[in-house]
C-alpha cells in the first residue's frame, strides 16, 4: 500500500539555524500539507499546497516558513531561523483529489531546537 | 472555520463498544468529518469519513445527525490496542482543524 514518507525521521539543530523537513507524498495526490504537533497537543494545522502554490496558511505559518515542491516528488518545509518553540513533530500528509477528502499522514519529523 | 470539541480522555474495557463524540457547530456546508487515530509518536492513522447519515467500514461506525453539528465514532468490541487518541477533524479541501483529541484507554 503506498504510504507518505517523511526524513529525516529526528532532527536537533541549534536556535537561529535553517532546517528542510522532506516529505514524499503518495504518488497520485494532488494535494499536500504540513501539520505540526507539540509535544502533548493537538495536531496544528500549518499550510496547504495545491497547484504548485499556498493554498492555505494558518497563523503558525508566518515568515520564518516556506514550502516548496522542487520536483515531481518532494515535497519540502523550510523553517529559516528556528525557535526554542518550533521544537515539535512535523507530520506531511496528502490527499488524492477534490472529491475524496481522506488525507494521509506521514510517520512525523522530530525536531528539537536546542 | 468549525471549531471541534470532544471529551478529553474515556476508558473501557475490552469486548466494550466505544462511542466518541465530537461537536463542530460551525460546520460549513462542504466540510467533511474524518476520524483519525494517532499512537505516540506516530502520524495520525485514517479511520473513517463522512459526510452525513451513517457510515460504517471494516473497523468502525460514524453517525452523523441531520444538522452535521455533532458526530459520532464508534469502535465495536475494543482491544487492548485500540488504547490511542482519536481525533475528529473537520475541513474541505485546503484546510482543517483538528479536534482537541480524545485519550482512549482500553483495560483489560
Known amino acids: 500500500e503506498p504510504e507518505v514518507t517523511q526524513t529525516p525521521s529526528h532532527q536537533v539543530t541549534q536556535m537561529g539555524q535553517e532546517v528542510i523537513l522532506r516529505c514524499v507524498p503518495i504518488s497520485n495526490h494532488l494535494y499536500f500539507y504540513w501539520y505540526r504537533q507539540i509535544l502533548g497537543q493537538k495536531v496544528e494545522f500549518l499550510v496547504s499546497f495545491y497547484n504548485n502554490e499556498i493554498s492555505e496558511k494558518s497563523e503558525i505559518f508566518d515568515d520564518q516558513f516556506s514550502v516548496e515542491r522542487p520536483d515531481g516528488s518532494n515535497f519540502t518545509l523550510k523553517i529559516r531561523s528556528t525557535k526554542l518553540e518550533d521544537s515539535a513533530m512535523y507530520f506531511c500528509?496528502?490527499?488524492?483529489?477534490?472529491?475524496?477528502?481522506?488525507?494521509?499522514f506521514g510517520p512525523g519529523t522530530r525536531l528539537l531546537v536546542l | 472555520l468549525a471549531k471541534t470539541t470532544q471529551p478529553i480522555s474515556m476508558d473501557s474495557y475490552e469486548g466494550q463498544e466505544v462511542n466518541i463524540t465530537c461537536s463542530h457547530n460551525n460546520i460549513a456546508t462542504n466540510d467533511y468529518i474524518t476520524w483519525y487515530q494517532q499512537f505516540p509518536s506516530q502520524g495520525p492513522r485514517f479511520i473513517i469519513q463522512g459526510y452525513k447519515t451513517k457510515v460504517t467500514n471494516e473497523v468502525a461506525s460514524l453517525f452523523i445527525p441531520a444538522d452535521r453539528k455533532s458526530s459520532t465514532l464508534s469502535l465495536p468490541r475494543v482491544s487492548l490496542s485500540d488504547t490511542a487518541v482519536y481525533y475528529c477533524?473537520?475541513?474541505?479541501?485546503?484546510?482543517?482543524?483538528f479536534g482537541t483529541g480524545t485519550r482512549l484507554k482500553v483495560l483489560a
Open positions: 477533524l473537520v475541513g474541505g479541501t485546503y484546510k482543517y482543524i
Open positions: 500528509a496528502s490527499r488524492n483529489r477534490i472529491l475524496e477528502e481522506t488525507q494521509y
